[in-house]
């Protein structure tokens, strides 16, 4: 196998290695099952090197390139539905961050077996990459809960042809007042908690303590461009 994928050149040779050291592995495990009863373990990988990034996804020893999205296990079906409707071919970063919150709490909220906190990392080319901060992945998610509710209403309306035009007009002004007063909310409720936590730190850190500005996930800034 090489010397691994640390010591690769190019983003394709290290996703070589990992395609490489998975098939090898049901391969050695293959030997010890009985035929046909091998576990097949379903993976979901990102990788990065030199200002470029992959997706993979792998079912057992196949593994595919998916340059789009990838979901798995259970409420896959459920994902796959939100981001099929959602999904844009050029979408930013927190797009995407936003995207995976909602098919999350889609995937729990109507099917059986999802359930537990939401986690979302993000892997950028160029900056910091990480967990995106938990308290503002469940301010997502209740702020998405919401508009979920009220979109309905608004499909419900635009295709009910007995509402005149002013009647239209205004069952739209109040869900979008509605919605931009829950958006003031969260983003207020993030900056609470972001300050809070600065205070906490400062006090544990004492005359040490030196302030690191965060990024919209969290993540710590740097001063380079990120992507």
Not at 75 to 95: P, S
């Given at each position: 196998m090489?010397?691994?994928p640390?010591?690769c050149t190019?983003l394709?040779?290290?996703?070589?290695?990992?395609?490489?050291c998975?098939?090898t592995t049901?391969?050695?495990?293959?030997?010890i099952?009985q035929?046909?009863l091998c576990?097949?373990?379903?993976?979901?990988?990102?990788?990065k090197?030199s200002?470029?990034?992959?997706l993979f996804?792998a079912?057992?020893?196949?593994?595919?390139?998916?340059?789009?999205?990838a979901?798995g296990?259970?409420?896959y079906?459920?994902a796959?539905?939100?981001?099929?409707?959602i999904?844009?071919e050029?979408m930013?970063?927190?797009q995407?961050?936003?995207?995976?919150?909602y098919?999350?709490?889609?995937a729990?909220?109507?099917?059986?077996?999802?359930?537990g906190?939401?986690h979302?990392?993000?892997?950028?080319?160029k900056?910091?990459?990480?967990?995106v901060?938990?308290?503002?992945?469940?301010?997502l998610?209740?702020?998405l809960q919401?508009?979920d509710?009220?979109?309905g209403?608004?499909i419900?309306?635009?295709a009910?042809?007995?509402?005149?035009?002013d009647?239209?007009?205004k069952?739209?002004l109040?869900?979008?007042?509605a919605?931009?007063?829950?958006r003031?909310?969260?983003?207020?409720?993030?900056?609470?908690a972001?300050?809070?936590w600065?205070?906490?730190?400062k006090i544990l850190?004492g005359p040490n303590y030196?302030e690191?500005?965060?990024?919209m996930?969290g993540?710590?800034?740097?001063?380079?461009s990120?992507?």
């Amino acid at each position: 196998m090489g010397g691994g994928p640390k010591n690769c050149t190019s983003l394709d040779d290290a996703s070589f290695e990992i395609e490489t050291c998975i098939k090898t592995t049901y391969n050695e495990f293959g030997r010890i099952y009985q035929h046909g009863l091998c576990p097949e373990v379903e993976l979901i990988y990102g990788m990065k090197m030199s200002g470029q990034s992959k997706l993979f996804s792998a079912v057992g020893a196949v593994v595919n390139e998916r340059t789009d999205y990838a979901s798995g296990r259970s409420g896959y079906y459920m994902a796959d539905f939100v981001q099929k409707r959602i999904y844009l071919e050029r979408m930013t970063l927190l797009q995407c961050v936003i995207l995976s919150a909602y098919g999350l709490f889609q995937a729990k909220e109507h099917v059986d077996g999802c359930g537990g906190e939401s986690h979302i990392a993000v892997l950028r080319e160029k900056g910091v990459s990480g967990r995106v901060n938990q308290r503002r992945v469940e301010s997502l998610t209740q702020l998405l809960q919401k508009a979920d509710t009220f979109s309905g209403d608004i499909i419900l309306g635009t295709a009910n042809l007995e509402l005149d035009e002013d009647q239209f007009k205004k069952l739209v002004l109040l869900r979008t007042n509605a919605l931009d007063e829950m958006r003031k909310t969260t983003r207020h409720e993030i900056e609470n908690a972001r300050a809070t936590w600065e205070a906490v730190s400062k006090i544990l850190a004492g005359p040490n303590y030196k302030e690191q500005p965060s990024d919209m996930f969290g993540l710590p800034m740097q001063s380079t461009s990120q992507t």
